[in-house]
Nanobody, 126 residues
Framework: QVQLLESGGGLVQAGGSLRLSCAASGITFSGYNMGWFRQAPGKVREFVAAIRWSAGTTAYADSVKGRFTISRDNAKNMLYLQMNSLKPEDTAVYYC???????????????????WGQGTQVTVPS
């Protein structure tokens, strides 16, 4: 059974930083591309960042490029999202996600991901 468990969310002032973590189990983590998505109230879920299984390739939404960094520790089955220079518009529930199959192409589409965590809330007051 695949389980993804996010942590690290919270309330942070604009300009601050947070580091989200996602603990994965039930998959051979080192073979899976992974992604971070977010959903703000009243909005559709949107892509934030993705990282290839080998950690050699990353992708970011334009809105977070230069501020967020996705990384992974395959030895620990952990995915991370370092978020710096946070803005009120970053307020959302953040989800980590994994596709059904290993060794696929990195995707920015949420339809490419089959396994989702329960989400962690990030709030940046305006």
């Amino acid at each position: 059974q695949v389980q993804l468990l996010e942590s690290g969310g919270g309330l942070v002032q604009a300009g601050g930083s947070l580091r989200l973590s996602c603990a994965a189990s039930g998959i051979t983590f080192s073979g899976y591309n992974m992604g971070w998505f977010r959903q703000a109230p009243g909005k559709v879920r949107e892509f934030v960042a993705a990282i290839r299984w080998s950690a050699g390739t990353t992708a970011y939404a334009d809105s977070v490029k230069g501020r967020f960094t996705i990384s992974r520790d395959n030895a620990k089955n952990m995915l991370y999202l370092q978020m710096n220079s946070l803005k009120p518009e970053d307020t959302a529930v953040y989800y980590c996600a994994a596709p059904r199959r290993a060794y696929g192409l990195t995707s920015t589409l949420d339809s490419s991901y089959n396994y989702w965590g329960q989400g962690t809330q990030v709030t940046v007051p305006s």
